[in-house]
């Protein structure tokens, strides 16, 4: 057999060898660049989920809010006049206009309370106007 004939039958299993395990390296390395992608996107799907989750807490407290509130009466004229004696919510309104300035100045007795129970300082829950409502 000469030189020529053993280029003619090809690669030796050596260089087929070889040749797969540099294949099958770049698909680990592909894998493993693919596996780190993987874990940073559940990373930041993970902060995203705990934000909305945050988000719909503080949303369940608005709504809850909103049932309690004075919005829930905005269209029911009766029901302001029967709970706080003015003939409708624009006059209810108006009033409260007037008084706002002083009233988010005001130490509310029942602030001072709850601080000593263990609430949030400042941090209210009612909106100043469903507050001065109820």
């Known amino acids: 057999?000469?030189?020529?004939?053993?280029?003619?039958?090809?690669?030796?299993?050596?260089?087929?060898a070889e040749s797969e395990t540099a294949v099958a390296k770049a698909d680990a390395?592909?894998?493993?660049?693919?596996?780190?992608?993987s874990l940073e996107l559940l990373k930041s799907s993970q902060r995203d989920l705990a934000a909305a989750e945050a988000d719909i807490?503080?949303?369940q407290?608005?709504?809850?809010?909103s049932r309690f509130g004075l919005q829930r009466f905005?269209?029911?004229?009766?029901?302001i006049k029967f709970y706080t004696g003015f003939p409708s919510y624009n006059h209810l309104l108006k009033v409260y206009s007037l008084l706002e300035p002083s009233a988010?100045?005001?130490?509310?007795?029942?602030?001072?309370?709850?601080?000593?129970?263990?609430?949030?300082?400042g941090q209210w829950y009612l909106s100043m106007s469903s507050f001065y409502f109820l």
């Open 1 to 16: 057999m000469s030189v020529d004939e053993v280029e003619e039958e090809g690669p030796s299993e050596l260089e087929v």
């Open 29 to 37: 390395e592909a894998a493993e660049a693919a596996l780190e992608l």
């Open 57 to 59: 807490s503080a949303l």
């Open 61 to 65: 407290i608005q709504v809850d809010i």
């Open 74 to 79: 905005q269209a029911d004229n009766d029901s």
């Open 104 to 121: 988010e100045r005001m130490t509310y007795i029942y602030s001072a309370m709850s601080r000593r129970v263990g609430h949030l300082q």
